[in-house]
């Protein structure tokens, strides 16, 4: 099991759905990220959160929103989804300071019908 | 050029087989660099994390980081099918704060029994 808890792990969803991701981690870590993952390609970042501020947002389209209510927890909201941004979601978490390493969890696998 | 060269494989190789596998990468900011270890339906486990240049052993594993030819490289002794799975080499810049990590392409493995 991994120290960075994912829900759901599996989210099917209609183009007009919203629905929310949700993540947390309880290792004291400052740093959130998400990212996306398509069949045999790497992860993709798409945001990071440093101290609960969103500090990298990697030209993300709108219909993907997120939000750390806290240090613990990260949300990634969604809305009006295209089927092309059927993938896996991936969030992780680093203590914050430079160069250290991100943990994942396991994600959510997203289909957009 | 991508900053982060990784051959995507597939490589496939006997039980018992030491494995090499190797990035290369460009940019000569990056510092710290880690391997991951992801298997299907899964999201990436950090197995690795070196900083300096030199060897880093764990177990079966040894990471080898040669900075003055931009070159990383993970062995795997003893190679087991539970070893079969996708490897991504990351790496990023020592600057503070959260960071973005740059993966290669992933090298996918299978050992045969």
């Known amino acids: 099991d991994t120290e960075v808890t994912q829900t759901p792990k599996h989210l099917v969803m209609g183009m007009t759905n919203k629905k929310s991701l949700k993540c947390e981690q309880h290792?004291?870590?400052?740093?959130m990220y998400w990212y996306k993952q398509k069949a045999k390609k790497p992860p993709e970042l798409m945001f990071v959160y440093s101290y609960e501020k969103l500090s990298i947002n990697e030209s993300v389209p709108s219909r993907f929103s997120p939000e750390c209510p806290n240090s613990s927890l990260l949300n990634l909201h969604l809305h009006a989804l295209q089927p092309e941004d059927s993938a896996l979601y991936l969030c992780?978490?680093?203590?914050?300071?430079?160069?250290?390493?991100?943990?994942f969890g396991d994600g959510t696998r997203l289909s957009i019908l | 050029q991508k900053e982060v060269e990784q051959d995507p494989g597939p490589l496939s190789v006997p039980e018992g087989a030491i494995v090499s596998l190797n990035c290369t990468y460009s940019?000569?900011?990056?510092?710290?660099f880690m391997w991951y270890r992801q298997y299907s339906r899964k999201g990436p486990e950090l197995l690795m994390y070196?900083?300096?240049?030199g060897n880093k052993e764990d177990g079966r594993f040894t990471a080898q980081v040669d900075k003055s030819s931009k070159y990383i490289s993970l062995f795997i002794r003893d190679s087991q099918p539970s070893d079969s799975a996708t490897y991504l080499c990351a790496m990023n810049p020592i600057q503070g704060g959260a960071q973005k990590l740059v993966f290669g392409q992933g090298t996918r493995l299978t050992i045969n029994p």
């Open positions: 940019n000569s900011a990056f510092q710290y």
């Open positions: 290792m004291g870590h400052r740093a």
């Open positions: 070196t900083y300096s240049s």
């Open positions: 992780a978490s680093s203590p914050g300071q430079g160069g250290q390493p991100q943990h």
